[in-house]
């Protein structure tokens, strides 16, 4: 049987962070298919760094211990610093891990990881732009030809991109001169 750190029994019995973050910025799983483990950290991300971490795991005690300490670890490093908490900076942290066990700081470095990459790979993503009926004020579909607000048609000047009346013959935004669209 292995022998754990008090550290080690400390976090098993008293976890930190486990839970759920409504509305996370990041999320990220990973498991072991040989021992069944599994991890999914959430992340909280203000400016370039974490403000708060959450995680759900289910395995071992000392993929438990793993997770609280990786979390404790990642509050409040910057992005970068936290990708480099490595799975022998958890098991230092620790007091040490039975070699049978080491896989478990692996998967807790692993998830933190995956969360940060799901954050950055959403920050990367175009945001959706939200469209509004320049008459109504009601929010539309970005390629929606009508607002079903008001029901106005709505183009777009070729010049400037404004938002305007199918049947403008200027741009109110930029008098540009419209071509009348023929139905």
Do not use: W
């Amino acid at each position: 049987m292995p022998v754990y750190s008090e550290k080690v029994m400390d976090h098993f019995t008293n976890p930190r962070n486990v839970g759920e973050i409504e509305n996370p910025d990041g999320v990220g799983t990973v498991g072991n298919p040989v021992c069944g483990d599994l991890m999914t950290f959430q992340i909280k991300v203000e400016g370039d760094r974490i403000a708060d971490v959450k995680f759900k795991t289910f395995g071992c005690g000392a993929a438990i211990a793993v997770s609280s300490m990786v979390s404790e670890m990642a509050i409040d490093k910057t992005l970068d610093e936290a990708m480099k908490i490595s799975n022998k900076d958890v098991a230092s942290e620790l007091g040490g891990l039975p070699s049978q066990k080491m896989h478990c700081s692996n998967l807790g470095a692993d998830a933190l990881h995956a969360a940060i990459e799901n954050y950055r790979e959403q920050q990367a993503k175009p945001k959706k732009r939200e469209v509004v009926c320049p008459f109504c004020d009601e929010e539309m579909e970005e390629l929606c030809p009508t607002c079903s607000g008001c029901g106005s048609e709505i183009t777009t000047c070729p010049s400037c991109g404004h938002m305007l009346d199918k049947y403008a013959e200027v741009c109110s935004h930029c008098n540009a001169s419209l071509e009348q669209v023929k139905e």
